[in-house]
T-cell receptor, first 112, second 109 residues
Framework: DAMVIQNPRYQVTQFGKPVTLSCSQT?????MYWYQQKSSQAPKLLFHYYDKDFNNEADTPDNFQSRRPNTSFCFLDIRSPGLGDAAMYLC???????????FGPGTRLLVL | TQLLEQSPQFLSIQEGENLTVYCNSSSVFSSLQWYRQEPGEGPVLLVT?????EVKKLKRLTFQFGDARKDSSLHITAAQPGDTGLYLC?????????FGAGTILRVKS
């Protein structure tokens, strides 16, 4: 089945220690998104890629970076995680910018 | 500023009751999605509505898109404990989704 896969599902890191979260998709979608979601709140868009074109949200901290080496994979790098970065990180894909987004299962990040 | 107002924020009901969740905006959306999310999981797409006035049914769930494509509702008939979760509406504007704040639904048996 075509799907959005996120690894790992749970990630524990130390304060200030860089961490990378990964997302892959078998949908062959052009657009990949990264969201941050805190407890029972709506997801907050961090950035998205339209093909190789990177689009950062204005209020996304510099601490968050992303890479998309090919159509299928996209990575979220948190350079120096703080306690406030503990959250669920969601990857989503869509065939176009105004098309339906399909979410992965998320990675829950804990910062100690 | 919340561009998409979702209500109610919390809903706790008994099994078998009916409920409606609303999403309202002063802005027009090209489409609107409804998602359901369980704790520790990602949002799962329930439906996409595109046409003003459109009504879609998914078993006991009925989704409606307003004629002006500014608002939407989700009605659940005879709620079951398995319906428990966070319900999110999201409207497509420009190149991104605008999310409502979510409705936490708890259905007690």
């Amino acid at each position: 089945d075509a799907m959005v896969i996120q690894n790992p599902r749970y990630q524990v890191t130390q304060f200030g220690k860089p961490v990378t979260l990964s997302c892959s998709q078998t949908l062959n979608h052009n657009v990949m998104y990264w969201y941050q979601q805190k407890s029972s709140q709506a997801p907050k868009l961090l950035f998205h890629y339209y093909d190789k074109d990177f689009n950062n949200e204005a209020d996304t901290p510099d601490n968050f970076q992303s890479r998309r080496p090919n159509t299928s994979f996209c990575f979220l790098d948190i350079r120096s995680p703080g306690l406030g970065d503990a959250a669920m990180y969601l990857c989503a894909t869509s065939s176009g910018r105004q098309e339906t987004q399909y979410f992965g299962p998320g990675t829950r990040l804990l910062v100690l | 500023t919340q561009l998409l107002e979702q209500s109610p924020q919390f809903l706790s009901i008994q099994e078998g009751e009916n409920l409606t969740v609303y999403c309202n905006s002063s802005s027009v959306f090209s489409s609107l999605q409804w998602y359901r999310q369980e704790p520790g999981e990602g949002p799962v797409l329930l439906v996409t509505v595109v046409t003003g006035g459109e009504v879609k049914k998914l078993k006991r769930l009925t989704f409606q898109f307003g004629d002006a494509r500014k608002d939407s509702s989700l009605h659940i008939t005879a709620a079951q404990p398995g319906d428990t979760g966070l319900y999110l509406c999201a409207g497509a504007r420009g190149n991104k989704l605008v999310f409502g704040a979510g409705t936490i639904l708890r259905v007690k048996s």
